[in-house]
């Protein structure tokens, strides 16, 4: 008989529960798809440039989807522990011992996560294949179809499984100490919210984190990198939700302002507990859509108009032979064009390939002495968003120690590779002193164009002139090292095909390239060849950040629509009360899409303020690096806000909308 009443009272009340369904379900649909991007990027990264940038953006939405996965999990099953409660109640009362009550409790929860698991599972399975099916389509060059491997859905399951064993084990041990009358009466627990001023110590280590997320942030580790971002969101919702409890007692000192909003303030002052795993997922998710992902997406824009940086159409590393010389002539005169060798040597660093140039060429390049001695060198960090010439106070070789670094001269070979590569552990680079070089200076420059895909590679080093002179002789020996650097400059009705004469001349001619270097690097690069590819990354990174944006504001909707759907009765009693009370239905409608908006909206505020922060951070950090945006880079950020907001707002108002239907539609029914 019991077991019949418990089938038809939850039979009966599916709908009501159905909220945590639906967030459990978008929790493992969510950790499964960015995990699953992660692992096929992962696999792939070792072939493609755009990929390894693509991952480390990845790297850092999995943190945070994590923790909103998490805080979505917890949320939706304390609140449906809330919405069975009192028939948890009912089956007490009707003779179900204790210790059967607790049984049955887990196996029900253990029921419904499994339906929502499974069901999460499916969803996520079908979207991160229509998104790779996408990618693929648009960037057949970087993404090729490949399986998600079985370790991703055993971890989701994991993860998702230990979220529901605390959430039941704290449950039923609160149970058992607190017995089941307080159980029953959990709903009229008054909620508890920082009132001291002495809670204030939590800003101020909300304020530290923010600090040392700062210092994080332009750390040599990746680790570091991503932490930071974790660093500022656990700082903002420190003083969020201390400083949000401080000021609502402020706010409650001052009675005629208390008064005349305290309907639209009672969501804050009456659920306040309850609120706070609501403003982790807002703000999580809000903070890296409006700051790291805006940010990055600031930084790339625009994608056109760079060809005005590239002073040549071609450069070309060669040995300098007479035939090289011969065919650079013939090839000008034949298509109108001026070439120029310049004496340079290869220089090989932490996994990149370098251009060593004499302090007789920097100074004929750039008009400015050097005057090196010895083992002394100017650092020239390629970068054409700058001031040329500007001093680099971050960055360049941030591996080298009290201002000195090791350089191996030559290409890089398998020999260098060994000796110096970023993942050896070879302990030689930090004392040999033998290949240890002072830098004078690290500055940026664009002497013959931006031909890289990291930090590092095709910078310029600048030697004195009798220590290049020395190597040029020694390396000139070896056949495969170039020892001249050829600049063509063509007009553009005959660059094309003179390019093409070139890449041919130097396939056949040319030095060979050894492809050891973390990123792609050659002897030959065709200017508009390697445009074309690097806009299609930047359209693939772009295309990426708008893609994690979205998905970051579609979640915090959900959340929005779960949190609605799971105080509907609340809501409900709410206005029966205030009709009571003699309240208008239209003052009724602002007071509930206030209740229902105000955390998202609190939150969205909150993330703006530090994406500000986050934005002149980054733009300080990036100008010691040499790097300079101008305000071009803020109009970005405020077009991206703007729309951002709209959508949000959008979005915010079909929720709000649904639920005040729902309410009334609930009111006639009675």
């Known amino acids: ?26 929790g493992v649909t969510e950790f499964f798809v960015f995990w699953g991007l992660y692992s096929i990027v992962k696999n792939m990264s070792a072939n493609s440039v755009m990929l390894e940038d693509t991952l480390e953006e990845i790297i850092i939405s999995v943190s945070v989807i994590t923790i909103f996965s998490t805080a979505l999990m917890v949320y939706s099953m304390l ?30 929860y253990l029921a419904g996560w499994m339906v929502s698991l499974l069901i999460g599972l499916g969803i996520g399975r079908g979207i991160l294949y229509l998104i790779q099916q996408i990618w693929h389509k648009l960037f057949p060059t970087y993404i090729s179809l490949c399986s998600v491997g079985t370790e991703i859905y055993f971890n989701t399951c994991k993860i998702s499984f230990f979220i529901m064993l605390a959430v039941v084990f704290v449950l039923l041990i609160w149970a058992d100490n607190s017995g089941i009358s307080r159980m ?15 809670w204030s110590i939590c800003i101020v280590i909300g304020g530290g984190l923010l600090i040392l997320g700062y210092w994080s942030y332009p750390n040599n580790t990746f680790t570091g990198y991503v932490l930071s971002h974790v660093e500022w969101i656990m700082g903002g919702f ?42 982790l997922m807002f703000l999580s ?15 790339l824009l625009p994608i056109n108009g760079h060809e005005k940086y590239y002073p040549y159409q071609a450069i070309w590393m060669n040995r300098g ?29 932490y996994g990149n390939e370098l251009i060593g140039i004499s302090e007789n060429t920097y100074k004929k390049l750039t008009g400015k002495s050097a005057d090196l001695k010895n083992e002394e060198i100017i650092y020239i960090v390629n970068e054409y968003k700058n001031h040329s010439g500007a001093n680099v106070t971050r960055g360049g070789f941030e591996y080298g120690r009290n201002g000195f670094t090791w350089l191996a001269m030559g290409s890089y070979i398998n020999k260098l590779k060994k000796y110096v590569d970023p993942s050896s552990n070879h302990p030689l680079p ?12 690290t500055v940026t420059g664009n002497l013959f164009g931006y031909y890289k895909m990291n930090d590092e590679a095709e910078n310029v080093v600048v030697f004195s002139n009798k220590y290049f ?79 994690i944006i979205i998905a970051l504001l579609i979640s915090s909707i959900f959340v929005s629509a779960i949190k609605a759907a799971s105080d509907l009765q609340y809501y409900r009693k709410e206005k029966e009360f205030l009709q009571c009370m003699g309240i208008h239905e239209k003052i009724w409608k602002k007071i509930f899409d206030v209740e229902i908006q105000i955390l998202s909206w609190i939150s969205l505020i909150t993330a703006t303020i530090l994406s500000a922060a986050y934005m002149i951070m980054n733009i300080h950090i990036e100008s010691e690096r040499g790097v300079i945006y101008g305000y071009k880079i803020w109009i970005y950020w405020l077009v991206i806000l703007c729309l951002y907001w709209f959508m949000h707002y959008i979005l915010q108002r079909i929720v709000t909308r649904y639920a005040r239907k729902n309410v009334e539609r609930q009111e006639k029914r009675k």
């Open 1 to 26: 008989m019991l077991t019949k009443i418990i089938y038809k009272n939850f039979r009966s009340n599916f709908k009501n529960y159905v909220a945590f369904f639906i967030g459990n379900m978008m």
């Open 79 to 108: 609140n449906y522990i809330k919405k069975r409660i009192a028939d948890y109640s009912l089956f007490y009362i009707l003779g179900m011992k204790k210790q059967k009550l607790y049984v049955f409790v887990f196996s029900e």
């Open 184 to 198: 029953i009466a959990g709903n009229e627990i008054k909620e508890k919210r920082p009132k001291s001023i002495y």
């Open 238 to 279: 420190l003083i969020l939700i201390f400083g949000g409890g401080i000021l609502l007692e402020i706010i409650h000192s001052h009675l005629k302002f208390y008064l005349k909003n305290l309907l639209k303030l009672n969501q804050l002052y009456s659920k306040y507990q309850t609120n706070v795993l609501v403003l």
């Open 285 to 299: 998710l809000h903070f890296i859509a409006l700051s790291y992902c805006t940010a990055n997406v600031c930084e």
């Open 321 to 349: 032979e007479k035939g090289d010389i011969s065919f650079s002539e013939t090839l000008s005169h034949s298509y109108n064009g001026k070439y120029e060798n310049i004496p340079m040597i290869r220089v090989s660093s």
């Open 430 to 441: 930090n004392h040999d002193t033998d290949h240890l070089y002072k830098i004078r200076e």
């Open 469 to 547: 002179s020395r190597q040029y002789k020694i390396l000139s020996k070896k056949e495969y090292e170039p020892n001249t650097l050829t600049l063509f400059a063509f007009p553009n009705e005959s660059k094309e095909k003179a390019t093409a004469k070139i890449k041919k001349y130097a396939k056949i001619h040319g030095p060979n390239d050894f492809e050891l270097t973390d990123t792609p690097q050659s002897t030959l690069y065709i200017t508009d060849e390697f445009l074309k590819t690097v806009k299609k990354g930047d359209i693939f990174k772009i295309t990426n950040k708008i893609f």
